[in-house]
């Protein structure tokens, strides 16, 4: 089994270390002198000075008083400052939304969620959004210009680059919407758009498993959604689509229907909206999603039994995953994760059984850690590691140090 095994390690900075990659180092919050960055890095004494300024000016670090010394003046030491900015992170999901300030480490200092139709269209969402973001501002005394960016994820296909949604199912109005421009003219912020399946993958692998550089996050609720993390980054594919494999075909579900018009699909046999119609259709009452969950923490056997074979299913599904892509850590999460167990056994039965060894040797099968807040937070990490991307703050530092 997994729990135990080695835990693999963020990759060290390359020699060639900019500014970005001195802060990638400070962002594991442990104060450190210009010395030890010089032989963390390989660089000369001289450029760490230089790019430490750099930072300084930028308010991303700070000096973190003095190191005991041999002797003589003692060495400044320098940490990362994650109160130096803050982000907005929205997400919006099917019938609910929610909203969080982070600071730069993911730290939430204020957050609000409320019902809200995604059907609304986008004006009126996002109209929400922006006055409920600026009131959470108001909240934490921060001014909108300590923003560093507003992050939005949406419940449906985005393409990520522009921030526009595209035909997505259940959000009439959202096709083709420009989010990013309605957003930044109303709050002058750079606005990064992404699905919702996405931004609970980034928010949890943040806030739970750093460690893991190739994660694979499952949402499991009235569909069923996977966000990729892979080398440490969200990993969309061309389209925007990876991930999408609530539309694999699984076996012995031939007679069942989906509603994208193919039959056999995991999404109609595994997701909370199906095991609730396999319930109701046995004459249990179940609406959706939550009622499955309610049922099976009831210890309701023919629901317990449902969410254990969604579970199976699912792990049919990810057992190709496996094979193909050799992640090292699963994470469960969704509604239909707060059934208990039940769920996570089956998927572990199946790929345990089915993937091949060497890809699950040291492959760890969990539970979602971050709960609710997952996606906003993601959302918010969206944007930091966006701004704070090495390649992007060396270019952002260079100018300012060369005026
Ligand atoms: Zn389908």
């Given at each position: 089994m997994t729990d135990g095994s080695p835990v693999p390690r963020r990759p060290a900075p390359s020699a060639a270390a900019g500014a970005g990659a001195l802060l990638q180092l400070l962002r594991d919050g442990t104060p450190r002198t210009r010395s030890e960055l010089s032989a963390l890095t390989g660089l000369a004494r001289s450029t760490v000075t230089g790019r430490v300024d750099a930072l300084l000016a930028a308010g991303l670090i700070a000096p973190t008083g003095e190191t005991a010394s041999t002797g003589g003046r003692p060495p400044a030491t320098f940490a990362f400052n994650p109160a130096a900015r803050i982000v907005l992170g929205a997400d919006l999901g099917a019938t609910h939304a929610r909203l969080a300030v982070t600071d730069l480490a993911g730290n939430v200092l204020a957050a609000t969620t409320a019902d809200l139709?995604?059907?609304?269209?986008p004006k009126a969402v996002l109209d929400w959004t922006v006055e409920h973001g600026l009131a959470l501002l108001a909240e934490v005394e921060r001014?909108?210009?300590?923003?560093l960016g507003i992050g939005i994820g949406l419940p449906g296909p985005v393409e990520h680059d522009t921030g526009r949604a595209v035909n997505?199912?259940?959000?009439?109005?959202?096709?083709?919407?420009?989010v990013p421009a309605y957003v930044s003219e109303r709050i002058p912020v750079p606005v990064m758009v992404d699905n919702d399946v996405n931004i609970m993958a980034l928010g949890e692998h943040f806030t739970a498993?750093?460690?893991?550089?190739h994660l694979l996050f499952i949402k499991a609720a009235t569909g069923i959604g996977c966000g990729i993390i892979a080398a440490g980054q969200v990993y969309r594919g061309a389209q925007g689509a990876?991930?999408?494999?609530?539309?694999i075909r699984v076996a012995g579900a031939d007679d069942v229907h989906c509603r994208c018009g193919n039959t056999g699909c995991l999404e109609a046999v595994a997701s909370g909206a199906a095991i609730a119609r396999n319930l109701t259709a046995q004459g249990i009452e179940a609406g959706g999603s939550l009622d499955v969950v309610e049922l099976a923490r009831a210890g309701s056997v023919p629901a317990l039994r449902l969410v254990r074979q969604a579970g199976r299913d699912i792990g049919e599904v990810l057992a190709g995953a496996v094979n193909f892509f050799n992640p090292s850590i699963i994470v469960i999460g969704g509604?239909?994760?707060?059934?208990?167990d039940h769920l996570i056994a089956g998927v572990r039965e199946v790929i345990y059984q089915r993937s091949l060894p060497l890809a699950t040797r040291h492959l760890r099968i969990a539970a979602a850690?971050?709960?609710?807040?997952s996606g906003a937070i993601g959302a918010g990490v969206m944007v930091i590691e966006h701004a704070l991307d090495p390649a992007r703050l060396d270019a952002i530092t260079e100018i300012k140090t060369n005026g």
């Open positions: 139709d995604i059907a609304l269209g001014p909108a210009s300590d923003l997505p199912p259940i959000m009439p109005g959202w096709d083709g919407f420009d498993w750093p460690e893991y550089e990876a991930g999408d494999m609530g539309h509604s239909l994760a707060l059934a208990g850690r971050t709960g609710e807040s």
